[in-house]
């Protein structure tokens, strides 16, 4: 009797194990590494120059039109903006003085500051709904001479490339991660897919400078516009800016929304 | 008396457990698990998206019983999972890890797409890529519950015993993958699977 059960126990076994063939499974799993691309394409000459050797030149100031062009492509959203430096020679918001000309007269200053360039961009800042300050961008129209006004002044901060606030300029995007796209950042995109006869992947950038006569600069201001940074204001009445040679740059710095 | 019983339970259950079996057995050849890994780390792989071909070769080999039973057939199909006992949503992919700032989107399931083909174009979705919409969605290379399509017809939905030596045409399916992530979600790595199930008509 005791045969007769193992056999049989073998046999069920038998024809389970038989069973267990009839179903087979294959697995392909994918890994997908997303890397951040962000990705800033710059034509612009090495040195924008500004010679100021014409009396009409002080009183209206040089503009370099579409001296520099930007080309954005980003993989994930993102801000741009500018932000004025320099050596430090002359302090970490100056100008830095290569060459003095004149007599030193104690009116002569030789501290200009960097928020003196201006700047307009062609296509409007159009992720900076959250902007707080008078100014979101720089795509206001150059003011006409004689009629000072921030809202160009480029964006400086202690000499530092640290990102503006809330209430100062972006070129595109701004400050914050609401989280919701035209708030506070564009979506990631590239010019190379854009349509159409503007994009906010692609700003044209016009630059310039305009010394007043006396040369003082009237539309320097401080990063959110709030207050006037010229010559006179900065420093006494009757100061003006010395002669000289002097160089800085801006950096353009394309970052995730943050 | 009751041994009596024992032994037709013994008897009667596996016979009941193969009453629906009518294949000798069914497998992929060889049955090895394949990785693949897309990394996009250009702003066109983003745009146009990564294309791999024949990333997996699915081999079929389905016998007949030792008495051929006219009844043996076969489906195949393919199942996406995100590993959701991880808290995956289902509609994501699963997370390994994030790049930056990680406040962006997760890169949702139905960017995965996955075509099969073979030279007899035996299933109905030959040559078009499929997605999914969640994990768990099951996608029919060949569908249960069809009528016998023997081998050798070289037609849609073959199902009957044969393998890839004898009928290459209809029993080897060619995988090919596409991703083409966009610009809307988180940089990071992330990962799916998918299981492809053979199995016998019952």
Redesign the interface.
């Known amino acids: 009797m005791k045969k007769v059960i193992l056999t049989l126990i073998a046999l069920a076994g038998i024809t389970a194990i038989s069973n267990a063939q009839l179903i087979d499974e294959k697995d392909v799993t994918v890994t997908m590494d997303l890397q951040p691309v962000l990705q800033l394409d710059m034509s612009t000459p090495n040195q924008i120059e500004f010679v100021f050797d014409e009396i009409n030149e002080y009183y209206s100031g040089i503009t370099q039109y579409a001296a520099t062009i930007l080309k954005v492509s980003s993989t994930v959203s993102w801000d741009l903006y500018a932000v004025g430096r320099s050596n430090g020679t002359n302090g970490a918001e100056f100008w830095d003085q290569q060459i003095d000309y004149g007599n030193d007269n104690p009116n002569a200053v030789p501290n200009l500051p960097l928020s003196l360039l201006e700047i307009r961009q062609a296509q409007p800042n159009n992720g900076s709904n959250a902007a707080t300050g008078p100014f979101a961008d720089y795509n206001q129209a150059f003011s006409p001479s004689g009629t000072p006004s921030a809202g160009n002044s480029l964006y400086v901060n202690g000499g530092t490339l640290t990102p503006p606030s809330g209430d100062d300029k972006y070129i595109g995007g701004h400050a914050g991660t609401s989280g919701i796209a035209g708030d506070d950042f564009l979506p990631g995109g590239s010019y190379l897919t854009q349509t159409g006869n503007t994009s906010d992947y692609y700003y044209a950038l016009d630059y310039r400078i305009m010394p007043g006569l006396p040369a003082i600069f009237p539309n320097a201001a401080d990063a959110d516009g709030g207050a006037f940074e010229d010559i006179v204001t900065t420093n006494a009445a009757g100061s003006y800016a010395e002669p000289g040679v002097y160089t800085m740059y801006v950096q353009y710095v394309l970052l995730e929304d943050q | 008396m009751n ?1 009596k019983l ?2 037709l339970i ?2 009667l ?3 009941l ?2 009453a629906q ?1 009518h ?6 050849e060889p ?13 066109s792989q ?2 146009a998206g990564i294309t791999i071909n024949n ?2 070769t ?1 081999r079929l080999r389905v016998e007949d019983q030792a008495i051929p039973d006219p009844d043996c057939k076969w489906f195949l199909h393919m199942e996406v999972d995100n590993n959701p006992g991880g808290g995956t949503s289902s509609d994501e ?1 699963e997370t ?1 890890t994030t ?3 990680g ?2 989107n997760k ?1 949702s399931l139905d960017i ?1 797409q996955i075509r099969v083909r073979n030279n007899c174009q035996t299933s109905p979705i030959d040559g078009i890529f499929q997605n999914f919409s969640n994990s768990g969605d099951i996608l029919d290379i060949i569908a249960d519950l069809l009528p016998l399509t023997t081998a050798g017809s070289c037609t849609t939905n073959v199902n009957g015993p044969g393998n890839y030596q004898g009928n290459y045409s209809e029993y080897t399916f060619s ?1 090919d ?1 596409r ?1 083409r ?20 008509q019952m």
Do not use: Q
């Open positions: 041994s024992i032994l013994f008897v259950v596996p016979s457990m193969k079996v294949c000798g057995a069914v497998s992929f049955n090895v698990p394949v990785a693949v890994n897309l990394t996009f780390d250009s702003f983003y745009e990333v997996a699915l992919w390994l790049y930056g700032s406040t962006g890169p995965l995988i993958v991703v992530p966009g610009y809307d979600f988180n940089p990071g790595v992330y990962e799916l699977n998918v299981r492809f199930h053979l199995e016998e």
